[in-house]
């Protein structure tokens, strides 16, 4: 179909690929023990979205513009990088550090979780030349519609995706519910999990197309 092979491996890998542990992952574990699953879902939801950007530009070529320009890369890259590091120092430097396995002071709308899952996978160029790199492998040189094939390949990784962040999301609200940690431990773990954001970021900033 589409000239689509070794779909099963394509869909196993895509799977494992999913699991693997990043910033995204980290996000909607952080927001589902914060404020349960449902905002876990929204910053998946935003990740999903951005996700099919990703494939749909690079279904029409404009990836490949951030895989052979440096200066396009670069600038995205930075983007993403100072976006991580950004959302890694608002928790770091937080007088009053929202704790991530009790109820927040002020929990955070939706919309704006939804939006920083959006941008948190958009703003890196990894995605991007992930899918260049990946997907095409699975697509024979012979088939009729290479692009519909691409965008075809990218919504069922997509769908993966958004189960498995789905169930990360309800699972870390259920184990949260489970532990009682006190709010001074809950303030540092908070501030853990912006290290982490910001160890991402500065992994990005110093990212080059030529370790992948």
């Known amino acids: 179909m589409l000239g689509i092979h070794d779909l099963s491996l394509f869909i196993i890998s895509g799977l494992l690929l999913n699991?693997?542990?990043?910033?995204?992952?980290?996000?909607?574990?952080?927001?589902?023990?914060?404020?349960?699953?449902?905002?876990g879902s929204a910053a998946a939801l935003g990740i999903g979205t951005g996700t099919l950007v990703h494939i749909f530009a690079a279904a029409l070529g404009l990836s490949t513009i951030l895989a052979t320009s440096a200066m396009a890369f670069t600038v995205v890259k930075?983007?993403?990088?100072?976006?991580?590091?950004?959302?890694?120092?608002?928790?770091?430097?937080?007088?009053?550090?929202?704790?991530?396995?009790?109820?927040?002071?002020?929990?955070?709308?939706?919309?704006?979780?939804?939006?920083?899952g959006f941008f948190c996978n958009l703003l890196n160029p990894k995605v991007a030349v992930f899918f260049l790199a990946f997907v095409p492998q699975f697509i024979s040189n012979d088939?009729?519609?290479?692009?519909?094939?691409?965008?075809?390949?990218?919504?069922?990784?997509?769908?993966?995706?958004?189960?498995?962040?789905?169930?990360?999301?309800i699972s870390s609200a259920k184990i949260s519910h489970r532990i009682q940690i006190s709010r001074?431990?809950?303030?540092?773990?908070?501030?853990?999990?912006?290290?982490?954001?910001?160890?991402f970021g500065i992994k990005l900033a110093l990212y080059s197309r030529s370790s992948t």
């Open 78 to 116: 930075y983007i993403g990088a100072a976006y991580l590091l950004y959302m890694g120092c608002k928790l770091v430097f937080s007088q009053a550090a929202t704790p991530v396995f009790n109820k927040p002071v002020k929990e955070l709308a939706y919309k704006a979780i939804f939006l920083q």
């Open 143 to 169: 088939s009729p519609s290479k692009a519909l094939a691409f965008i075809l390949l990218g919504c069922i990784f997509n769908a993966n995706g958004m189960l498995w962040c789905h169930f990360l999301a």
């Open 19 to 39: 699991m693997a542990p990043g910033p995204d992952s980290l996000l909607i574990v952080s927001r589902s023990a914060a404020q349960g699953w449902r905002s």
């Open 184 to 199: 001074t431990f809950a303030g540092w773990l908070d501030k853990a999990i912006g290290a982490v954001f910001i160890s």
